[in-house]
C-alpha cells in the first residue's frame, strides 16, 4: 500500500488553524487574552526568522495547552461543533479533489501536523483519511490539564521512520510549506512545496505549486498516474 505526508496549516488550510480555534475560543469567553497575547511575540519571531517553526510549534501548543486548563472535553466539543463552519472556509479549494486522487489512486492520506488532532479528526470521514498524527492535548478525568501528550510540528522525522517500518517503503508523496516538513519532502518519490501568500520555500529538488490555483490538481494526478512512476516505485 502506497501513502502520501501531508502537512496541514498553509499547505492544504490557509494559516494556523490553532490561531484560528484560539480567537474562536476566546471569543466565546473560554480563555484568557493572554493566550494569544503570549503567543504573538513568537509568531513576530518566527515571521522575523529569529527562531524556527518548529520552536513557534513548541512554544504556541504550550501557551494554548496551559489557556484551556479545567475546561471539559463535553465543553471543547460543545464549542467545536460550533466552530467547525468557520475552519472549514479555511480549506484550500483543491483539498477535496486532491484527496479523491488519493483514494482512486490507493494511496492512504498521513496527516503530520501541529495543528490540534481534535479538529483535523473531523475531517477524516469526509476526506478518508487514514492516519492523523497532530498536537493532541493532554486531559485529566475529562478535563484537559494544561499540558500536551502529543505535538507533531516539529521533528516530523520520529513518525516518518515508524511509517517507513509499517509500510516497508518511503512515501510517494508529500507536501509542506515549512522547513518542518523538509523531513517528509525528502523521503518521498515526489515531494511539493506549497507556496504561501507572500513568500515561498525555495528547494530545487521540489516543484513549488500555488493552492489557489487548479494546475495543483493537473500536476499532482499527472505525477500520480505516470505508468514510470508507478513502476519505479514497484
Known amino acids: 500500500m502506497k501513502y502520501a505526508l501531508l502537512d496541514w496549516d498553509n499547505t492544504l488550510r490557509r494559516g494556523f488553524t490553532l490561531f484560528t480555534w484560539i480567537d474562536y475560543l476566546l471569543d466565546k469567553g473560554y480563555i484568557s487574552p493572554s493566550v494569544r497575547n503570549d503567543i504573538m511575540p513568537f509568531i513576530e519571531m518566527e515571521d522575523s526568522g529569529l527562531i524556527s517553526h518548529s520552536e513557534l510549534a513548541k512554544r504556541a501548543s504550550k501557551i494554548y495547552a496551559e489557556g484551556i486548563r479545567g475546561l471539559t472535553y463535553v465543553e471543547y466539543e460543545k464549542c467545536l461543533v460550533e466552530y467547525m463552519e468557520t475552519d472549514e472556509s479555511y480549506i484550500f479549494n483543491f483539498v477535496s479533489d486532491l484527496f479523491a486522487i488519493l483514494s482512486k489512486n490507493n494511496i492512504d492520506a498521513i496527516i503530520i501536523s501541529g495543528s490540534p488532532e481534535l479538529i483535523i479528526r473531523r475531517y477524516a470521514k469526509r476526506f478518508n483519511i487514514s492516519k492523523i498524527y497532530a498536537m493532541l492535548e493532554e486531559k485529566t478525568n475529562g ?8 505535538n507533531f510540528g516539529y521533528n516530523k522525522k520520529r513518525i516518518i521512520d515508524k511509517l517507513f517500518k509499517l509500510y516497508g517503503e518511503h512515501p510517494f508523496l ?9 523531513a517528509m519532502l525528502e523521503v518521498a518519490k515526489c515531494g ?3 507556496k504561501k501568500d507572500n513568500n515561498k520555500i525555495m528547494d530545487s529538488r521540489f516543484k513549488t505549486l500555488d493552492p489557489n490555483s487548479d494546475q495543483i490538481l493537473i500536476e499532482l494526478e499527472s505525477m500520480l498516474t505516470s505508468p514510470s512512476l508507478h513502476a519505479g516505485l514497484q
Open 192 to 194: 511539493f512545496w506549497v
Open 174 to 182: 508529500s507536501i509542506g510549506d515549512s522547513c518542518a516538513d523538509l
Open 143 to 150: 478535563v484537559f490539564n494544561g499540558s500536551v501528550s502529543q
